[in-house]
């Protein structure tokens, strides 16, 4: 088969919904395809990240106010989403969440896990702490950058 012959097929694919060709001349066998159309891509509205702060100090009261969870002027870390996933607490359906507010992490425990391509990858802590809130309800879809836990570090 020479190149013309070949040329001929390309253009025919080209021109047509033809996807693939495969013609045999002889002990020559020569295959042509191309890509089909692209498949339908399904776009989903994700939730917006939410904003978490520590919360300010109160006002001075006659009465004594009672006394916040988290004071004002420890540090809080926010442990957000490496990468668009879906979000997970525990290993399985049936297994033990990885941790629970109040709970005390120890770096590289391992915090979540988070499903991207089918892929699971182990969320792990990058420090010592306490667990003070956990802002992402179990196998929901998580955006890059979205906060998931608030860590109070420990020494």
């Known amino acids: 088969m020479d190149i013309n012959q070949i040329r001929k097929l390309m253009r025919l694919i080209q021109s ?12 020559q066998t020569v295959r042509i395809s191309r890509k089909g159309a692209a498949p339908d891509v399904q776009h989903y509205m994700m939730p917006q990240p939410q904003h978490f702060s520590a919360p300010a100090a109160p006002a001075p009261a006659a009465s004594p106010a009672p006394a916040a969870p988290i004071a004002a002027d420890e540090p809080l870390h926010v442990v ?10 525990a290993s399985s359906p049936d297994a033990a969440p990885f941790v629970s507010e109040g709970s005390k992490v120890k770096k590289g425990d391992t915090l979540c896990v988070i499903e991207a391509m089918k892929l699971m990858n182990e969320i792990e ?9 956990i802002m992402v309800e179990n196998a929901t879809p998580l955006e890059y950058g979205q906060p998931m836990f608030v860590i109070t570090p420990t020494a």
């Open 16 to 27: 047509s919904d033809i996807t693939e060709i495969e013609v045999t001349e002889g002990d």
């Open 80 to 89: 957000s989403s490496p990468m668009v996933g879906t979000f997970y607490r």
């Open 125 to 133: 802590a990058e420090y010592a702490g306490i667990v003070e809130k």
